[in-house]
Every structure is written in C-alpha cells, then in structure tokens.
C-alpha cells in the first residue's frame, strides 16, 4: 500500500468537504440574514430612515362606496339668497356675486362657518381646503358624514376675495342624494398607505407624517353620476398632499386621476 498517495487523496477529499461545509453555511447565514430583513416592520423600516408620523387612526376598519349626482340648482333656491346676484349655469353650476363685499375671515372656523351658513345653499355641507394667493381664491370641499370629498369638480365650492379679504363673488357645484352602499369592505390600515408612498419613494428620510385622514374621491370626474371610494389623505411635512385608495392601497395620480 502507498501511503503517501492515500495520505494526498486523504487530504484533498478533507478539502472538498471542508469547502462544501464553508458554502452550506455561508449559504444558511445569508437566507437568515434575508429573513431579518424581510421580517422588519414597515415601522422598523420608517425609524431607520428618520421619518416619523402623527398618531393613526386605528378604529375605521371597514367603510362602503358612496353613490351621488350632481345637484341640479332650482330658482326656488337661488331666490332664497339675499344681497347677490346668482345665475345658474347648467342646471348645476351657481355662480354667484355679492352686491357689497362681505368681510370674510376664512382663518377662523366658526366665522367661515357663520359666512358659509348665512350666504350659500347648504353651506355647512362644505369645509375650508385651501387659500391661493395668486388668485385670491379660497377653496372650499363638500364633506358627508363628516369626511371631505377631495378634489372633486362637482362638490367644489370657489370664493373669491378682494385685496381687503372681502368676499365678492363666488362658484358653487355640490353632489346629492348621497348614500352608502350596504356592502362595507376591509380598508387597508393608515400605516398601509404610508407604506405605499415610501415603497414607491413619496417618503423621504426625515419627512414627517403629518396628517392622516379617510375621505372620500371620485376616480371619474365630470359625470352626473359618481361613485366615491374611500380615501385616504395623507400630507407630508405639512405641504405635500397624497391620496390612497382605501380599499386597494393604491395612490391616485392627482394631475392624471389615475391609479398608481
């Protein structure tokens, strides 16, 4: 017997094994480290990226489709409305102007509150959106059930003020016979759609979560009949406005109206 060439085949057969062993536990170390990975929580994931939110709101669970139509505005309404000059315009545009400019702090709650009660058709319907300085406009969105319908051409309601922030003149559109579907569905959680927007790179490291709402929107605008999704409405860092559909977890394209 040759020992030193059982001793060399010995040694390499040692090699291959010791090499084999070497990859199997490399291999095992890598898929546990990829399950760490895969196990972090989207809050985990926030944390690390110091981007931080307000406090959720954790007891809706389940919400329906909201059905409606355009309202259509009658002469028996618009007569019902002192000191302005209304025309309707297609059964469902009121365009409205004051005969004197009326004071109008859109700052304060309960006076916009006063001003929308005491000078438009179902004013309390509607809640404060928006300022634009540009064109002296305030933007104002009707609300059901305590949730506001966003962007949403037919439940808009435009008033614009002078250089004194005195009302002049305003265009109002509203929906009607609104009414929840029977059937209610599973909504997908706020901290869902938050992680929507930072998978698909909406969130940047240090942003701040800072409002988180369900609302309602319609996917298709302009149309007689319409049909509200639920809708989350999250704004980043106090400027940034994003919407997700509650019930698909996907986020609409404001400027296009589209699913992402």
Known sequence: ??????????????????????????????????????ETTIEDQLAANGITYVELPKEIT??????????????????????????????????????????????????????LQRHIIDGQKYTFWTFDEKSNTVTCYQTY??????????????????????????????????QKYERKQDIVPAIKAIETLYKRGYLQPGDRVTSVELGYYGLVQFTASQVLTPTWHIVVDGKEDYFVNAFEGQIINDEENVLE
């Open 62 to 115: 389940k919400e329906a489709y909201v059905s409606g139509k355009s309202k259509k505005f009658s002469e028996e309404e618009v007569k019902k409305l002192s000191g302005q000059k209304v025309i309707i315009q297609g059964d469902t545009v009121l365009k409205g102007t004051f005969e004197h400019p009326i004071s109008f702090n859109f700052k304060d709650p309960y006076r916009l509150k006063e001003f």
């Open 145 to 178: 059930g305590g949730k506001v319908i966003y962007n949403n051409e037919n439940s808009k309601l435009l008033i614009h003020v002078n250089k004194h922030n005195e009302a002049v003149s305003y265009e109002q559109t509203m929906l009607d016979d609104l």
């Open 1 to 38: 017997m040759d020992w030193s060439k059982t001793k060399t085949i010995f040694i390499i057969t040692f090699l291959i094994l010791d090499c084999f062993l070497g990859y199997q536990f490399m291999e095992k170390r890598n898929s546990s480290q990829l399950d760490v990975i895969l």
